[in-house]
């Protein structure tokens, strides 16, 4: 359960990273405006930083990152 929750608050970190240097990196507030691969790669690569940790499971960083 401990490793769930940490999954969990990394990936809402990141997730919350992503929307919030959106502006910086493409101009646009949402990420999913823009025509660049931005925020499908900011996904990823969110996704695979908190699965580097063999204990986190896929649910967790699924729901953190939607958060």
């Given at each position: ?18 929307l ?25 690569l ?12 896929y ?9």
């Open positions: 359960m401990r490793q769930f929750l940490l999954g969990l608050f990394v990936s809402t970190l990141l997730g919350a990273a992503i919030f240097f959106s502006p910086f990196f493409i101009g646009e507030i949402e990420p999913w405006i823009s025509d660049t691969y931005y925020y499908t790669g900011a996904l990823l969110a996704g695979f930083i908190v699965l580097i940790d063999r204990h986190a499971s649910e967790s960083v699924f729901i953190g990152i939607m958060l």
